[in-house]
């Protein structure tokens, strides 16, 4: 069986790692293809070097762009490589513009498309990555989806029977690098300066389109983690980064120490070294989750729904509206007593998208 993997974002560089090894512990050929959305060096490089993955067989560097800029040069420069390799399917995994490009190339050249992390929805459909994720689970032929509540979404949207529940590949990485962190395989997290890390302090994220791009919006959410009793660590994706300098915002102000986004070792040791997660990224509300540290939501919902049980996730939309006392009230909270459970699958996650995949070649195809 020959699968080619296409990438491009960080999330996707994560969740490629697991799968890559599950693969290589086979006969299959495993061919990667990375887009090129992301290209910093802490964006991309970062990944492969420290989660042990192979180099990229073939590289788009699309680079950035507006979303449909950027959709459509993925969407071309892909078509060669799938007419070159003819793989037995095209693998694309998680909701950005490299995943639904990648989608709808191999549907046109009539290659089954697998989808990882299938049936995710925020019911936003402002959001880019809803978008992607419905639009890329509607073409593809199989949808491998990460929970029970996943595969729901998909049932209700009538694609049940071209959907697997094989757990979240995520889960496979983050316990596997957690148990490294803490068996001292890894060097303490690089923090901000101005951060100590033996003392209590927050860590956060802020990337997603809806919180940076609104002048008004940003400015609201730096000014209430800045308020914040405690030092927190942002570490500032280019996104933000770029947003706050076009609309002459100072990030640095009060609580808030910035620091540059980091590897996956030193995430999960940020996040096991902090009191608790500030965050509007998906990936970091789940490993808050599997690490056991409190989360606190910037948005005004979640696709990874199961954090919210027990309280080990809150969402926030708007921290001013929640008053001061009670936005310092819940970032600073501490963890629920409430154990968390494992909605998420059991580890082993990757190896059975590679055995779905398997079984599933001899499915007559729908077309
Ligand atoms: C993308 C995904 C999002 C995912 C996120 C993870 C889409 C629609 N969004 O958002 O789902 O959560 O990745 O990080 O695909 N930039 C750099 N260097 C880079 C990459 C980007 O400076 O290596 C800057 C550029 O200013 C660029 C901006 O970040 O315009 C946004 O990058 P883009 O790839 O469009 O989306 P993300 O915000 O990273």
Same mark, same amino acid.
């Given at each position: ?14 969740? %490629? ?7 290589? $512990?086979?006969?299959? +050929? ?12 802490? %964006? ?15 590289? %788009? ?24 390799? $003819? ?8 909701? &950005? ?35 992607? #994720? ?8 199989? !949808? ?10 998909? &049932? ?31 060097? +303490? ?12 302090? !927050? ?47 100072? %990030? ?31 990936? !970091?509300?789940?490993?808050?989750? !599997? ?15 199961? &954090? ?12 001013? $509206? ?7 009230? &819940? ?33 007559? #195809? #729908?077309?």
């Amino acid at each position: 069986m020959k699968v080619v993997s296409v990438v491009g974002a960080r999330p996707q560089l994560v969740k %490629l790692a697991p799968v890559a090894a599950a693969f290589a $512990r086979t006969d299959h +050929r495993h061919v990667i293809v990375h887009t090129g959305q992301h290209y910093d060096v802490n %964006l991309s490089d970062v990944f492969f070097s420290g989660l042990g993955i192979p180099d990229p067989d073939v590289h %788009l560097g699309v680079g950035s762009g507006s979303h449909g800029v950027q959709t459509g040069r993925i969407l071309a420069a892909i078509d060669p490589v799938f007419e070159a390799e $003819r793989p037995d399917w095209v693998l694309v995994y998680g909701d &950005t513009n490299s995943t639904l490009a990648g989608a709808v190339a191999a549907v046109k050249q009539h290659i089954r498309v697998a989808h990882l992390e299938a049936g995710l929805r925020s019911f936003n459909r402002r959001m880019p990555e809803e978008h992607n #994720r419905v639009l890329t689970d509607h073409a593809a032929d199989l !949808l491998l989806a990460p929970t029970e509540d996943a595969l729901r979404h998909l &049932t209700r949207e009538g694609l049940a029977d071209r959907a697997v529940v094989t757990g979240d590949v995520m889960v496979d990485v983050c316990l596997r690098v957690r148990d490294g962190v803490l068996a001292g395989a890894h060097p +303490r997290p690089d923090l901000p300066s101005g951060v100590d890390p033996d003392q209590p302090y !927050l860590l956060a994220t802020l990337h997603r389109a809806e919180n940076t791009d609104d002048p008004e919006r940003l400015a609201s959410l730096v000014e209430a983690l800045a308020a914040l009793p405690l030092p927190v660590a942002l570490l500032a994706h280019p996104r933000l980064l770029a947003r706050a300098e076009a609309q002459g915002l100072k %990030l640095a102000q009060g609580a808030v120490h910035v620091g540059r986004p980091v590897g996956y070792a030193a995430m999960v040791a940020a996040v096991l070294g902090s009191v608790g997660v500030v965050t509007d990224s998906g990936g !970091l509300q789940k490993e808050a989750y !599997l690490l056991g540290r409190p989360c606190t939501t910037l948005r005004s919902e979640t696709e990874w729904s199961e &954090t919210l049980d027990g309280g080990w996730n809150r969402l926030v939309p708007d921290p001013a $509206r929640l008053g001061a006392a009670e936005w310092v009230a &819940t970032a600073t909270r501490a963890a629920p007593q409430t154990p968390t459970s494992t909605p998420f699958g059991d580890g082993r996650a990757a190896e059975r998208v590679v055995e779905t995949l398997e079984r599933w070649l001899t499915v007559p #195809r #729908r077309d």
